[in-house]
């Protein structure tokens, strides 16, 4: 088989498996939401703080609850296959539309902690394995540790609480200022400024991940013979560091790189939440707590079509990486 | 002659924007935006149709019902300038103002209101459905008066008319559409001070001052923005920041307000809800064992210390609840006897019910289904696990959410839980509903899920919604607190003082008894 073949038939099969894999997804995630006690009518009637039998049992024919739930699945399904994701009653607008709506915000910000994340990972861990001075990359591994063990509502509350309440530099929540009316670049400039506490919030939790498996990665292979061979080949030490021990670390750290991509567009609740960030994140929650079926299985079947995507796009970084890894589907 | 003058005519109308306060200090001032909190997001803006706390608040500047209500409930005018109850208590008629429009510029008339309390709004709202279920006629003899014919006396039919509970809708863009589904509800029509302007979902929704408004010179606000922040920490931290000027209902927990109070750019103040007078207690369900008996429920209401739970759960943002009717309502009865903070009597009471202590002190253990709105809330389940524990009774604590929580209690799936609801102004309306055994309905939300039956007190309350002198509907209303707290149908604990917290430099924002749900149409904000 020619190389070019391999590849088209690793792609079309993974991309074959992939959509089962999604609509076992669909079928359980449904199953699931409609056995998880509580509906939609009965929330938004707990909300009203008022209610009769006539209003439960509009809302339950409007939301399509009053039909068999095999039937209610079936119509999904088909639904979802013909490219609609629905609609959601609650809200009175298309599933898909909410869902765009959404989706630069959560990319926005969970793109940019990622990168973060990985960029400050990768660098803390690499000085943290070459560096000659014990302190400093002790100082790394505690000041890691200290980020990943602090919750995350803390480290995003303290900072709202320093920068926005008391100095007054970074805006507390929101992704734009309202009612200001920007264009262009200063709209731009509003949006990095009320992006960035979150982001920090969010990407200095897995900062901490990436810095210790870099350092341990990198560590591991210190004393190995190739190593060894290298150094006596009269390599630099940055080329040994950076192109056999990084190298070498690189592997684990793709395999969850690709897992937390995944999470992409699943978006990170809790950040959104504290900085209302108007993300899929708490979309996502908000329709879980107010039972808005649609809307939470539209967010399912997006994300688990991301994670999908994720996991090819990883299986083939590794064979870059790593050229003794081949591509089997 | 008793005969109940209400007439306002066209005096105050005119007056309207020049009534004196007494805490407006200055001349207001036109100009200048509102920030404000709404929690959570409404999933619909149009009144009618939605009946979230959330969007009476934001939709009480865009719709208008006939009548508000001041602090003490009484009605004053809003779209209807005057009007008045016939002797027998049958026919009420209203003079509608001559100079409203809806926001499309199209008149607002009679007929309008004809098509609101007939047509839409008992097809789709159980508090009005309740209220004009007793009207035989609604007619428009003139383009600005309506006539309500009721088919027996209904005293408190005169507190339907609030925006919240009787929005007056648009014929023009409703009358023989699905109102559900209609594409005008994206952009709500309303006679309001403000119109609606955009909805950035999950982020904010803004509402512009409406330049054709019918009080002249009013609103005084520019705009109105009405944020969404979904994390209760993060909601009391931007207050502080100021980017934030009100928050009300449970926007802030309890615990945070003492904080807030301290810092001078901000004030507090619990009044604006005597409207709602939200009364929180435990929820009994009678069908399970011992719970049915009298003797126990007393032992519940002995066995708390309801200035704890005021003073130390809700941060003094609560008061000891004394029986069904809140103090902060009419035909509340100021001598009731009040159940002290009596933890022996309590196990007195159990003794001589026969549930004497096993051998781990346990006389009986019940379930308790915490409520899941916030923090507080489980505090309080916390603290009565603890309290009843003293006494021997031993409390399960079951956690679910809102979703799950509503869906067990209207389907009477618990032993004990907890619950507050709104009085709505009236004990007619918003307080017999819980006692009142033909309310006893399986899968319905707010009703006498506890299956509590007195022919008695079904006799008063009714007769009490019927006799139109105060003094007579007051002892009635009295009888009805004496046999409700003896009886204990539900263990009340406090009554709810929502704190609503805003920057100084907003003026006027609490003008009647529902507070924040009002228009806005006198708030105004110091030139910066």
Known sequence: ??????????????????LLVVLIATVANFALIHLAPGDPAMVLAGEAGASDPQFIEQLHREFGLDRPFAQQLLIYVEQVASGNLGYSYRQQTGVAEL????????????????????????????????TRLRPVGEAITVIATLLYATPIFLTGLAGVLVFSVWLGWLPAFGSTSVGADLGGVEYAADYARHLLLPTLTLGLFYVAVYARLTRAGMLIVKDADFIKTARCKGLSPRRIHVAHMLRNALLPIITLAGIQAGQIVGGAV??????????????AFDALLQRDYNVLLGVFLVSSIVVVIFNIVTDIAYTLIDPRIELLA | MRRRELFFAGMAAAAAGLWPRSEAKAQPQKGGRLHAIVQPEPS??????????????????????????????????????AWTISEDGLTYTFLLNRNVRWHDGQPFTADDVVFATTKFLPSTHPVARNNFSRVTTVEAPDPHVVVFRLAEPFSPFIMAFATGSAPMLPKHIYDGTDYRTNAANATPIGTGPFKFKQWKKGQYIQLTRNEDYWKPRQPYLDDIFFHVIPDASSRALALEDKTIDLASFSDIEPADVPRLRKRPYLEVTSRGYEYFSPLSWIEINHRVAPLGDKRFRQALMLALDRQFIADRIFFGQAKPAVGPISSTMRFFDARLPAYPYDPTRAETLLDSMGLTRDAAGRRATIKLLALPYGETWTRVAEYIRQALQKVGISIVLETVDAGAWAQRVANWEFELTLDFTYQLGDPAIGVSRTYISSNIRKGVLFSNTMGYRNSKIDELFAQAAIVSADHERAALYSQIQNILVDEVPVAWLVELQFPTIFNIHVHDLIVSSTGVNDSFDEAYRDAI
């Open chain 1, 270 to 283: 809790l950040v959104e939440t504290i900085f209302a960030w108007p993300g899929i994140g708490r979309l």
């Open chain 1, 99 to 130: 869902i765009l709506d959404r989706l630069p915000a959560t990319l926005a910000l969970t793109a940019s902690g990622y990168l973060l994340a990985l960029i400050l990972g990768l660098s803390f861990g690499y000085v943290a394995a070459t």
């Open chain 1, 1 to 18: 088989m020619s190389e070019k073949m391999r590849w088209l038939f690793f792609i079309t099969r993974r991309i074959a498996k992939g």
């Open chain 2, 44 to 81: 619909l803006l149009v009144l009618g149709l939605n009946l979230q706390s959330a969007t009476q608040m934001v939709a009480g500047k865009i719709y208008q019902g006939l009548l508000t209500y001041d602090a003490r409930l009484r009605p004053q005018p809003a779209l209807a300038t």
